[in-house]
Each structure stands twice: as C-alpha cells, then as structure tokens.
C-alpha cells in the first residue's frame, strides 16, 4: 500500500498564503503524476494542480497564477496557494499514481485523507 499523508491546511485571512504538503510513504519504484485535488460539499471534486516527471505543471483555470504546485523525487510534493479567495475554501487532496515495483501490473492510484482550508473575507 502507499500511503499519502497531507498537512499545512488552515484558516487563513482572504489575500493570505498556505503551503501544504504530500508525503507518501510505502513500497514505491516510481511516482508518474502527483496532484492537488479540492472538494467542497455537495459538489464533485475538481482537480487543482497536477505535475508529473515530464512535462509543466497543470493548474485549473481558477487557480492560475495564484498556487504553485512543486515536486522533487523523493521529497514530499507542495502546493503553495498566495492571494487566497473565500471561493478557495475546500478539502483539499493529494492523489499520486505510479508503480510499486518495476512490475507493470504493480500500479498504484492513491489519495490522502484530506486537508480542510478555509479562507475568511
């Protein structure tokens, strides 16, 4: 099993910063796209950001140019969130997909518990 374990969510004054963190833990050979994902009740959970070995990041729309999402092998992923909105309010969660072995049929689709971050007006 991996295990992906976020913090850094909080309460945080509208214009304000967080940073969180996923780290993952467990039998890993390698990690191809980790991402940020947001959710707020009653509604589907929308993808944040993404970022895999190759390639730039991805972001949603909403989020361009305010949140920056970053890894470095073997180091836990961020997402660092500036100019935060009340709009930005969610659980936020981490997903990584991969391999646990060099074995194709040892892939792995995970998700943290969550982080709820609330931002006030």
């Known amino acids: 099993q991996v295990q992906l374990v976020e913090s850094g969510g909080g309460l945080v004054q509208a214009g304000g910063s967080l940073r969180l963190s996923c780290e993952a833990s467990?039998?890993?050979?390698?990690?191809?796209?980790m991402g940020w994902y947001r959710q707020v009740p009653g509604k589907q959970r929308e993808m944040v950001a993404t970022?895999?070995?190759?390639?730039?990041p991805t972001y949603a729309d909403s989020v361009k140019g305010r949140f920056t999402i970053s890894r470095d092998r073997g180091k836990p992923a961020y997402l660092l969130m500036n100019n935060l909105k009340p709009e930005d309010t969610a659980v936020y969660f981490c997903?990584?997909?991969?391999?646990?072995?060099?074995?194709?049929?040892?892939?792995?689709?995970?998700w943290g518990q969550g982080t709820q971050v609330t931002v006030s007006s």
């Open positions: 997903n990584a997909r991969g391999r646990r072995t060099p074995v194709i049929s040892s892939q792995f689709d995970s």
């Open positions: 970022i895999s070995g190759d390639g730039p």
């Open positions: 467990g039998l890993i050979f390698r990690i191809d796209l």
